[in-house]
C-alpha cells in the first residue's frame, strides 16, 4: 500500500517573507550603475530587511545565477505558504521552468524590477512570470523592493 504523502509543513517563521533575486543582481552596486543605480547587494539586503522589520516581517534576501537554484527556492516558498517577492532578472524573459515553479505557490508573489524593463530593449518587454504574480513593481531603482514590501503589508 502506497503511504500518504504528508501535507507540506507551513513556515515555522511567522511573517517570513523571501525576496529572491535572479543572476547577475549580486553585481549590484558595480553593475551598470547608468541602469541599476549605486546601492551595492549588501545595501540593497539591508534596505529590504530593516523596512521588512518596520512592517512586521522577517525578510530573507536571496541571490542566485543558477536558474535550478531559483526553482528549488520557489518550490520552498510553495511548500511553506511563504510571500515572494522575486526579481528574476534575466530569468523574467525566458525561464518557463520558474514560472512554472511560481505558479504552484498560494501566498502573494510580487514580480520586482529595478529598471523599467518596458523602456529598454525589445526582449526585456516579455515577462514569462507577470501574468502569475500578484502584482509587478518596475522602474524605481531598489525602491520597487520596498514598494513591494509595503504592497505586501496591503494585501
Ligand atoms: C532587471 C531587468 C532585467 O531585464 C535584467 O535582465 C536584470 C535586471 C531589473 O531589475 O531591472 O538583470 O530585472
Known amino acids: 500500500m502506497t503511504q500518504p504523502v504528508p501535507n507540506p509543513v507551513p513556515s515555522p517563521v511567522p511573517n517570513l517573507v523571501f525576496v529572491l533575486n535572479g543572476p ?8 551598470e550603475p547608468d541602469v541599476y543605480g549605486s546601492t551595492t547587494y549588501a545595501g540593497l ?3 529590504c530587511r530593516k523596512t521588512g522589520a518596520e512592517l512586521g516581517y522577517e525578510v530573507e534576501v536571496r541571490e542566485t ?21 522575486i526579481n528574476p532578472a534575466a530569468f523574467t524573459h525566458y525561464s ?3 514560472r ?15 529598471s523599467n524593463p518596458h523602456a529598454r ?35
Not at 24 to 31: C, P, T
Request: glycine share 8%; net charge negative.
Open 96 to 98: 518557463y521552468a520558474m
Open 65 to 85: 545565477n543558477d536558474e535550478a537554484e531559483m526553482v528549488r527556492w520557489l518550490h520552498e516558498a510553495a511548500d511553506g505558504k511563504i510571500p515572494v517577492i
Open 45 to 47: 539586503v539591508e534596505a
Open 121 to 155: 530593449e525589445q526582449f526585456r518587454h516579455t515577462s514569462v512570470i507577470s501574468a502569475i504574480a500578484s502584482g509587478t513593481i518596475a522602474g524605481f531603482g531598489v525602491n520597487s523592493y520596498l514598494l513591494a514590501l509595503h504592497a505586501l503589508a496591503g494585501l
Open 100 to 114: 512554472d515553479a511560481a505558479a504552484q505557490r498560494t501566498a502573494p508573489l510580487i514580480e520586482v524590477h529595478i
Open 24 to 31: 547577475n543582481l549580486g553585481r549590484l552596486g558595480s553593475r
